[in-house]
């Protein structure tokens, strides 16, 4: 009888979990990798080349933000907001949150004005607002971070900012690596937030049993997921950053390239989209202005929307 329950229990957990809307999507900075701040027509440029991709029925309609303002301003909206209004794609927000409060002050500014400024146009849109972004991992390798009490306290101060605007039930979320999560030191963040956004890098995990190599990748990032899943609550996890890198350094039994990119897509992104798990992949294209090491661009840099994918993205 105790056995019956706990698998009930075990299986409604794992049905609340996978309830996803299927977004898939990249990420995308606010600048270049040369420092350059985006603009809308940039931003508009990644969306249609995202939507664009050969061989998936224009089903990559999605943008995952790290911040709420725009380049070079104090806290004007961010102009992927009037690109997605442009280009019908979604948004899953970020406000950049390894930062003083004041600082901090200004993401919530941006995002209030924002709604002010777009209206419906824009909340419609949102597929999720992200506070923060690997702070708790930043924080524990002694980078610049944030600590889960500044994460939660930065959570209270967005869902009062979006109380009784139309973005009010709009889910609320945190990025972070998987092993952020699963540390017990952060769990006050996962009771705060509506859905966990979980980064996971295979090619990273050089003290993987069984290696870090292409054909262990897939079981590796499946087993952050679960480990992931099984400290959430019972709340959905989103994968919000993953990639093999098409060029790179060689870590451990981990090979960059465009075959083993492509293994990683078919295996690992497929497979994950397939079923519906919210997915924002990393990323769209490669540095523009500059080579950079890694490079996870499936496509080149470039300023034409027909600019080749380098390897089949079909599923
Ligand atoms: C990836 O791993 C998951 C979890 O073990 C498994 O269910 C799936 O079949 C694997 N996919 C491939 C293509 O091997």
Redesign the pocket.
Known sequence: MKFFTTAVALAATLSAAYAQNGYKGFNSGSTFSNGQNKQQVDFAYEMRAAQQLPGTNGAWTSMRLYTMIQGGTTNTPISAIPAAIETKSTLLLGLWASAPADQFQNEVTALTNAINQYGTAFTDLVTGISVGSEDLYRNSVNEVGASPQQIVDYVSKVRSAIAGTSLAGKPVGHVDTWNAFTNSANSAVISAIDFLGMDAYPYYQTSEPGGNGIGNA??T??KSYTATQAVAQGKPVWVTETGWPIIGDTLGQAVAGTDNAEVYW???I??FTAKGINMYYFQLQSAQGQQVNPDWGIKPAGDVVQEPVRFDVSC
């Open positions: 897939n079981a990032f499946w078919k295996e690992t497929c497979g």
